[in-house]
């Protein structure tokens, strides 16, 4: 035979005698060669051979063996049989525990990453690891939907592995976190995050995705991470619609919010009025946002409040009765629909102002 150029004859050496005592014998392998076999596999996967290559060399030594005598054929086809299969047993448990390892490594950099809990030298070294180069400014995206996405799990496998198959999978990292699935990429390659909102969306109705803007240096991921999920959270308040965000196109609501007395004095005052209305203020608020999310068109704010025009040309009217701002008017316009976002940013008339 042929002595093999692969790597792999170490770890198919001494099964050629195995098997030809076997044969001869009748018996089976026993506790102490499985067991053999099974290292021999672990170490195999360590080294980074493949499978195939491995079981080939076992039927190759298996075929230069071979038993002479006729009637030793079955126990021979047992042998190899149950050769290969604690081989490849090894083989693949420690090919299990490599991948554990992996996610486990990842997720502890995706920790450090997120909440800044390493030096960022050490960090950025561990990055380049996983595709990232922390000198360079990145984006993330972070999807949720109704279900919780699992790390490994089938929903954000599906998503990874559409992606990657588009894009260059070096520099993009894909990780879990408190249910949801987010995205790490490049922020000059805007069209990732794109497409991976898109497969995101796609993969589970009723998910939406918010996309933090490129921030440069080792925490320019946190920042931008947090920039997405404090999109999401607005959209929850403020009922935005689309099932994508960007964090871009938000900037105004943050600056809103950053005085948050200036704006409880101005929903207090745009808006306080209509708690004397019959029902409360909850149904009047939501008569003016959804007719301030329509354009101001009545008919089209009607229909996605199932109302009749009539019946929301009412209540508007009673909006400019109780206030003094009329709605339809723009010079009222701007201060009430603020007042609006306001009350949503600080959950009003839920909480007191």
Same mark, same amino acid.
């Given at each position: 035979?042929?002595?093999?150029?692969?790597?792999?004859?170490?770890?198919?050496?001494?099964?050629?005698?195995?098997? @030809?005592?076997?044969?001869?014998?009748?018996?089976?392998?026993?506790?102490?060669? $499985?067991?053999?076999?099974?290292?021999?596999?672990?170490?195999?996967?360590?080294?980074?051979?493949? $499978?195939?290559?491995?079981? %080939? &060399?076992?039927? &190759?030594?298996?075929? *230069?063996?071979?038993?002479?005598?006729?009637?030793? !054929?079955? /126990?021979?086809?047992?042998?190899?049989?149950?050769?290969?299969?604690?081989?490849?047993?090894?083989?693949?448990?420690?090919?299990?525990? @490599?991948?554990?390892?992996?996610?486990?490594?990842?997720? =502890?950099? %995706?920790?450090? $990453?997120?909440?800044?809990?390493?030096?960022?030298?050490?960090?950025?070294?561990?990055?380049?690891?996983?595709?990232?180069?922390?000198?360079?400014?990145?984006?993330?995206?972070?999807? =949720?939907?109704?279900?919780?996405?699992?790390? /490994?799990?089938?929903?954000?496998?599906?998503? =990874?592995?559409?992606?990657? @198959?588009?894009?260059?999978?070096?520099?993009?990292?894909?990780?879990?976190?408190?249910?949801?699935?987010?995205?790490?990429?490049?922020?000059?390659? #805007? =069209? %990732?995050? /794109?497409?991976?909102?898109?497969?995101?969306?796609?993969?589970?109705?009723?998910?939406? !995705? &918010?996309?933090?803007?490129?921030?440069?240096?080792?925490?320019? !991921?946190?920042?931008?991470?947090?920039?997405? +999920? @404090?999109?999401? #959270?607005?959209?929850?308040?403020?009922?935005?619609?689309?099932?994508?965000?960007?964090?871009?196109?938000?900037?105004?609501?943050? %600056?809103?919010?950053?005085?948050?007395?200036?704006?409880?004095?101005?929903?207090?005052?745009?808006?306080?009025? $209509?708690?004397?209305?019959?029902? /409360?203020? #909850?149904?009047?608020?939501?008569? +003016?946002?959804?007719?301030?999310?329509?354009?101001?068109?009545?008919?089209?704010?009607?229909?996605?409040?199932?109302?009749?025009?009539?019946?929301?040309?009412?209540?508007?009217?009673?909006?400019? *009765?109780?206030?003094?701002?009329?709605? *339809?008017?723009?010079?009222?316009?701007?201060?009430?629909? *603020?007042? !609006?976002?306001?009350?949503?940013?600080?959950?009003?008339?839920?909480?007191?102002?």
């Amino acid at each position: 035979m042929t002595e093999r150029q692969d790597g792999s004859e170490e770890y198919v050496a001494g099964f050629g005698r195995t098997l @030809a005592e076997v044969a001869v014998s009748g018996r089976r392998l026993n506790r102490e060669e $499985l067991k053999l076999r099974r290292a021999l596999g672990e170490q195999a996967a360590e080294a980074g051979l493949g $499978l195939r290559t491995l079981v %080939v &060399a076992h039927l &190759a030594m298996a075929r *230069t063996a071979w038993p002479a005598r006729a009637g030793s !054929v079955d /126990g021979a086809l047992a042998a190899v049989q149950q050769a290969v299969d604690a081989f490849a047993e090894g083989y693949e448990d420690a090919q299990r525990l @490599a991948v554990r390892r992996e996610e486990a490594a990842r997720r =502890e950099f %995706v920790d450090d $990453l997120l909440y800044g809990r390493s030096d960022l030298g050490r960090l950025a070294e561990r990055a380049e690891r996983f595709g990232l180069r922390l000198s360079r400014a990145h984006a993330v995206a972070v999807a =949720e939907g109704s279900a919780a996405y699992l790390d /490994g799990g089938a929903l954000a496998r599906g998503v =990874e592995a559409s992606v990657l @198959a588009r894009f260059d999978a070096r520099s993009v990292l894909f990780t879990t976190k408190g249910g949801r699935l987010l995205c790490v990429a490049p922020g000059d390659e #805007e =069209e %990732v995050l /794109g497409h991976f909102a898109e497969q995101a969306v796609a993969a589970m109705p009723g998910a939406r !995705v &918010a996309i933090g803007r490129p921030q440069p240096g080792p925490g320019g !991921v946190v920042q931008s991470y947090e920039e997405a +999920l @404090a999109a999401l #959270e607005m959209a929850g308040r403020l009922g935005l619609a689309g099932p994508v965000l960007r964090a871009a196109d938000l900037l105004v609501y943050p %600056v809103l919010a950053r005085d948050r007395q200036a704006l409880a004095d101005l929903v207090a005052h745009a808006l306080g009025p $209509l708690t004397g209305a019959r029902g /409360g203020a #909850e149904p009047l608020l939501a008569t +003016l946002a959804a007719y301030f999310n329509a354009g101001c068109v009545a008919a089209e704010a009607a229909r996605r409040l199932s109302l009749s025009v009539r019946a929301l040309t009412y209540r508007l009217a009673r909006i400019h *009765t109780l206030t003094g701002a009329d709605p *339809t008017d723009p010079a009222h316009r701007y201060m009430l629909q *603020t007042a !609006v976002i306001g009350a949503r940013l600080l959950d009003w008339p839920n909480r007191p102002l």
